[in-house]
């Protein structure tokens, strides 16, 4: 049901952004609602995430078709709840953070393409956001994770990808630019398949994707200023 719009009966305020109600005029079909604005009586929204709890209790959880909220931002508002344990769910917007990695050798300028053991496509470093991390904590984690590298985050630079692989799973990337000091890589090999460092041109023939290409020409850019 993710993305459907639903109305919500209001029948309490749980926290500070967290409603309970049921959905149309069904009071054993129970929904939780999530809101920065004050809810009264009745919210109409769409399907955020499908929540399961403790004992296979399952909940819908409803929120503005304009306010996207991410996995974090959803199992901190329900970790409030008393009594109850979220144990499982499945959310339509994800959000992920990675970088366009660069090293200065000797004679050029290489970037770092990585393929992931689940995709068929060369791109960039990147890794769910998790709860408590800002944008550029999450690209920092994900890229010693996955290729042991520690980088520098260069200021000026953030660029979002926003797409929908499948289904109707919104899915958001933010990139940034980050400097390596080494160009020596070892991989989380149950994360990434390949890696291969390349100069900007073969960078763009070897990705496929236009958001790619698009952030490729800004990294290019930016890289010149540094240099």
Known sequence: MLAEKISV???GKLTRDLYSGYIGGDSSRKAYVLSSEPVREYFRGIVIAEAVFDGGDERLIIADENTPYYEPD????????????LTDIRCLYEKSCGAVIFYNGKSTTRILLVKNNNGRYWSFPKGHIEIGETEEQTAIREIKEETSLEVEIKDGFREVSDYCPFGKIRKRVVFFLAQAFTDSVRVQEEEIAEYI??????ARKLCSYD???RIISKAETMIKMIK
């Open 211 to 213: 958001n790619d290409l």
């Open 197 to 202: 460092w390349v100069d900007l041109q073969q």
């Open 9 to 11: 009966n209001i029948f």
């Open 74 to 85: 959803i199992r901190v508002s329900l970790s409030y709840l008393k009594n109850t344990k």
